[in-house]
């Protein structure tokens, strides 16, 4: 790759300086380009897929019978996963959601990683939960070369301050639900 100088005038006698303003105007181009992809895919009838691998499918009816904990919460992860297959969340949002306590939930995240479901990567004091990409991917197949991590993120109630647990209360977000009668 070869490096570009920017300058205050374009040196035609040098292709690889140009001025400030072609630069400016070519990353304006590009963050045209960029607002214009997430447009379409925002439109896109697939932007809640998930892509599966059916070689994994007896991976995870091995896993649903071993523990379906650690299954539910796989499927929670992909459920909640970026499009580079990543979620941020503490342990406190696991316990919320399934109504398990902490042992149980850190045997089923130790489960999916030595069986290599998921990796999971420490941000500060959190957890980053990366999703296998051969088992499921939540964006085109070319992101697979992709290490950005701007992952989702959940956070839990419980562990708010009392003033942002009234903010959450009053601005509750609609969610689907689901009648099991």
């Known amino acids: 790759m070869q490096e570009t100088i920017v300058s205050y005038e374009k040196n035609l006698k040098n292709p690889n300086q140009i001025s400030f303003e072609d630069r400016q105007e070519q990353i304006d181009q590009e963050k045209k380009r960029e607002e214009e992809e997430i447009r379409q895919q925002k439109k896109s009838p697939y932007r809640r897929w998930v892509q599966m691998n059916k070689d ?44 398990v306590s902490k042992p149980t939930i850190t045997r089923a995240i130790k489960l999916l990683k030595e069986k290599q479901y998921i990796e999971v990567y420490k941000s500060g004091t959190s957890n980053v939960y990366a999703v296998n990409k051969e088992i499921a991917w939540n964006s085109w197949g070319n992101n697979f070369v992709h290490g950005k991590f701007g992952a989702n993120i959940i956070l839990s109630e419980s562990e708010q301050e009392e003033t942002i647990q009234a903010k959450i209360k009053a601005e509750r977000i609609k969610e689907l639900s689901i009648d099991e009668n």
């Not at 649903?64 to 904990?69: E, F, N, R, V």
């Not at 796989?74 to 979620?87: E, P, Q, R, T």
């Open 56 to 99: 994994a499918y007896k991976a995870e009816d091995w896993l649903m019978s071993k523990s379906p904990i650690a299954y539910r919460i796989f499927k929670f992860l992909i459920n909640n996963m970026d499009s580079y297959n990543a979620v941020m969340c503490s342990y406190s949002v696991f316990q919320e959601q399934f109504g």
